[in-house]
């Protein structure tokens, strides 16, 4: 992210590196309204508002993140830099502690089978 916010990258590859960086977060978010989060409600009442928040947040990046597919300058780089880094520093701090204490989740790959 970084040389990103530096203009250390050729244009075209910014554009690039964006748009694969874009459509993985959205798929990452996508599961998480779907999945993580009902189940993580489910567990865990007292994070109601936590999640909600984080939801909200998904809503303000997806439109965030839909301004580089057209411009890809280093303003909007930044706005989506910086709105990603509180996001991710949010979650940390909310749901890192209660994810630890899970003993199984429900969008986890299946274990391998010994036998495999």
């Known amino acids: 992210m970084a040389k990103l916010r530096a203009g250390e990258r050729p244009a075209g590859d910014l554009r690039e ?3 694969a960086f874009c459509e993985a977060l959205t798929f990452h978010h996508g599961g998480e309204n779907r999945v993580a989060f009902p189940h993580l ?3 865990f009442p007292e ?3 936590p999640l909600d928040r984080l939801r909200e947040e998904h809503a303000v990046l997806a439109g965030l993140i839909g301004e580089p597919r057209q411009a890809g300058d280093q303003d909007t780089i930044g706005r989506v ?3 990603m880094e509180a996001h991710f520093a949010y979650k940390e701090e909310r749901l890192v502690p209660v ?3 899970l003993d199984e989740v429900p969008w986890a790959a299946p274990a391998p089978r010994p036998d495999a």
Do not use: R, T, V
């Open 17 to 19: 590196h964006c748009l």
């Open 47 to 49: 994070l109601k508002q």
């Open 99 to 101: 994810l630890d204490s």
């Open 81 to 83: 830099a910086d709105a």
């Open 41 to 43: 409600e489910q567990l």
